[in-house]
T-cell receptor
Framework: AQSVTQPDIHITVSEGASLELRCNYS??????LFWYVQSPGQGLQLLLK??????LVQGIKGFEAEFKRSQSSFNLRKPSVHWSDAAEYFC????????????FGKGTRLSVIA | DTGVSQDPRHKITKRGQNVTFRCDPI?????LYWYRQTLGQGPEFLTYFQNEAQLEKSRLLSDRFSAERPKGSFSTLEIQRTEQGDSAMYLCASRGTGELFFGEGSRLTVL
């Protein structure tokens, strides 16, 4: 069965600094990969997704992620963090883009300090 | 608002009572999913529908949990004889051919 590991429970970065959130997956086939963000009391919003093609994908709010098959990773990056980026970030994996439900990691909480 | 709508947003109940949550998906989406999220965890899949057909329900946490989507539009998730361990956020999501769109969730507190 597929699984997702987000090794960092909580990360604190300074505003303006760069950010990388780690995600590793376990899956027997080529996965479909997603990053979602959740602000307190809110639902999950899709930041970006990878289905195929270019392994570097761009998302909303200046985020990007790189799929590395050899490392089974899909790390999320942002070159300069804003205070409004403080939230919970979830990596998810799915089997193709069809019906099957996504499996989520446990999330990484991002705090941004001045 | 044309997003996924969930009701109620917050429910406080006493142990042993039944609760029902409603989800209205984006109108053209034929797939609807229910997830549960507890504090410090990612969303945990419970069940999903394609139109009115429930395609996966083995992940429902116990036989106290049931879900319906009678006309292929809105869905309900019912928990019977609630327990304190049922306290969580219950998330609904819908999907057409692309990404999954989530509602803001229904938070359940069982006293």
């Amino acid at each position: 069965a597929q699984s997702v590991t987000q090794p960092d429970i909580h990360i604190t970065v300074s505003e303006g600094a760069s950010l990388e959130l780690r995600c590793n997956y376990s899956y027997g086939a080529t996965p479909y990969l997603f990053w979602y963000v959740q602000s307190p009391g809110q639902g999950l919003q899709l930041l970006l997704k990878y289905f195929s093609g270019d392994t570097l994908v761009q998302g909303i709010k200046g985020f990007e992620a790189e799929f590395k098959r050899s490392q089974s990773s899909f790390n999320l990056r942002k070159p300069s963090v804003h205070w409004s980026d403080a939230a919970e970030y979830f990596c998810a994996v799915g089997l193709n883009s069809g019906n099957t439900p996504l499996v989520f990691g446990k999330g990484t909480r991002l705090s941004v300090i001045a | 608002d044309t997003g996924v709508s969930q009701d109620p947003r917050h429910k406080i109940t006493k142990r042993g009572q039944n609760v029902t949550f409603r989800c209205d998906p984006i109108s053209e989406h034929n797939r609807l999913y229910w997830y549960r999220q507890t504090l410090g965890q990612g969303p945990e899949f419970l069940t999903y529908f394609q139109n009115e057909a429930q395609l996966e329900k083995s992940r429902l946490l116990s036989d106290r949990f049931s879900a319906e989507r009678p006309k292929g539009s809105f869905s309900t998730l019912e928990i019977q004889r609630t327990e304190q361990g049922d306290s969580a956020m219950y998330l609904c999501a819908s999907r057409g051919t692309g990404e999954l769109f989530f509602g803001e969730g229904s938070r359940l507190t069982v006293l």
